[in-house]
């Protein structure tokens, strides 16, 4: 009999404690507070407590719960610049949504199904206070079942045609008549041709063409788009794309290609397309980057799209800044070869000379770090979060194999959380043929990772060489026949 009445004192402790935890999280959301007890952990409390079954009073409270979890991580993730704020208020509203959708099993007090309503349209951050509030006048439900509700007679089941599945659509888009890039940098106000090319495996019997639409948040006015025709028996179909205003490299426009197959009486099939689901467009003008070399400035558009496709939440301060060190450094390297200060440096001068015309530099100015320690050891120069590796070369060094030297800014920058670094290499070797354009010695090496054969986020060195000790340009004019490649 103690043991009876020590269980009993005990489940009544657990359902007591579970309310006062319940009281005070709901009053300290409502109130603008953090709580000292997360959503989540009362909503455990109260599976615990009560075993509610989907679909009743305690389940339903209990999803409440898990909603307003996500819910008050939502502001402040904005106030952090997390990358991806809105997650939160999307999970939210998610879980509310779902506990509203399923049938219920019993009657849901008002404050209840009012609070779920909220969360399940989350837009505004205090509507959070407003959901708790509500949920603070909800009382904790017992379990309810559906024992009370009349009975259905039983209908034997009607089997519904099956719908035939939708024609998948391959999709390809050519820019100009070059595979698109992700984004494609576009400059504003100019025409682009755009081609969608589409391979269908089964058209619909009565479908005469199909259409291609290029659905986005923005208007017409800011992106101008096609809606691409391709007939039967084609597989290609091609209109104009015309950004009509600026749109920044961090606020790139998507578009979502729709396919529909439509008949000769207007009635539309609706597709499954895969291939290039989605498509970004942004604007890019080379005049406003400030580097004054046109084809350095295409070069750096090329590595910026390479590095959306792959980490395509990198901070947009990072972003910024890797943009701001590759432009200085071309401006450094336009001039270095006529400076005879750089000529047999190691690599501390080498790092003196680049910091200097860092600072010089109205993007980056001060803000240029040198020699803090990061990653068990000394970066040589650090904006912010990017860190820029130095080298010096006194032999031979071709831009594909500078790979040998990316190891050591990948580790500095894994250990300050960024995957992007630079690594910037001063090559003084004597030169038997004249330069490229500066373009030629910028590309981006993908260090192997310890332990990580598929990571889930890249490590992306961004490569830039420096090359010096060019003799005069008349010195070419005395090479010997035979010394000179010619072009086919």
């Keep these: 009999m103690d043991d009876i009445h020590s269980v009993g004192a005990t489940i009544i402790g657990q359902r007591a404690e579970t309310r006062a935890s319940l009281a005070s999280t709901l009053t300290e959301i409502a109130q603008g507070r953090p709580p000292a007890v997360a959503p989540a952990a009362v909503a455990d409390l109260l599976d615990r407590d009560h075993r509610g079954v989907e679909g009743d009073a305690a389940w339903a409270l209990g999803q409440a719960l898990r909603a307003l979890d996500m819910a008050i991580t939502w502001e402040p993730a904005v106030g952090s610049a997390d990358a991806n704020p809105s997650r939160f208020r999307d999970a939210s509203r998610h879980i509310a949504g779902k506990a509203l959708a399923i049938e219920s099993l019993g009657p849901l007090s008002r404050t ?157 099939h609706p597709a499954k397309v895969v291939g290039q689901r989605t498509l970004r467009v942004t604007t890019f003008d080379p005049i406003n980057v400030g580097s004054g070399q046109p084809m350095v400035t295409q070069r750096i558009v090329e ?134 354009i500066a373009s030629n010695y910028m590309r981006w090496v993908f260090p192997k990772l310890h332990g990580a054969a598929n990571p889930n986020v890249r490590s992306m060195v961004a490569v830039v060489i420096v090359p010096i000790a060019f003799p005069v340009p008349s010195h070419w004019s005395t090479l010997k026949a035979g010394e000179v490649e010619h072009g086919e």
């Design 303 to 436: 590595l910026l799209a390479e590095l959306d496709a792959r980490i395509p939440n990198l901070p947009r301060q990072d972003r910024r800044n890797l943009i701001h060190l590759l432009e200085a450094t071309a401006r450094f390297s336009a001039l270095a070869n006529e400076r005879t200060d750089l000529r047999g440096l190691d690599e501390r001068e080498f790092q003196a000379k680049l910091k200097q015309a860092f600072v010089q530099d109205r993007f980056i100015g001060t803000r240029i770090q040198e020699a803090p320690k990061l990653g068990a050891g000394t970066t040589d120069l650090y904006l912010e979060r990017i860190v820029d590796e130095l080298k010096v070369s006194h032999d031979p060094l071709d831009i594909d194999e500078a790979d040998k030297f990316v190891r050591q800014p990948t580790q500095y920058a894994s250990a300050g959380d960024c995957p992007i670094s630079v690594l910037t290499v001063l090559e003084d070797s004597p030169k038997s043929d004249p330069p490229g």
């Design 112 to 268: 209840l199904r009012d609070a779920l309503v909220v969360l399940a349209r989350l837009d505004q951050h205090d509507e959070v206070k407003q959901a708790a509030a509500l949920l603070a006048r909800t009382p904790v439900p017992a379990g309810v079942t559906n024992l009370l509700k009349p009975r259905s007679r039983w209908t034997r089941p009607v089997k519904t045609p099956e719908t035939p599945p939708p024609p998948t659509v391959l999709l390809r888009f050519n820019l100009e008549g070059e595979p698109v890039s992700w984004p494609m940098a576009l400059n504003p106000a100019r025409a682009y041709r755009l081609e969608a090319v589409a391979s269908v495996e089964h058209w619909p019997d009565a479908a005469k063409h199909m259409s291609v639409e290029l659905q986005s948040e923005v208007p017409p006015s800011v992106i101008e788009r096609p809606t691409i025709i391709i007939k039967r028996g084609n597989q290609k179909g091609e209109g104009f794309l015309v950004p009509r205003a600026e749109i920044g490299p961090g606020d790139s426009v998507l578009l979502t290609p729709v396919v529909t197959f439509i008949d000769p009486d207007d009635t539309h």
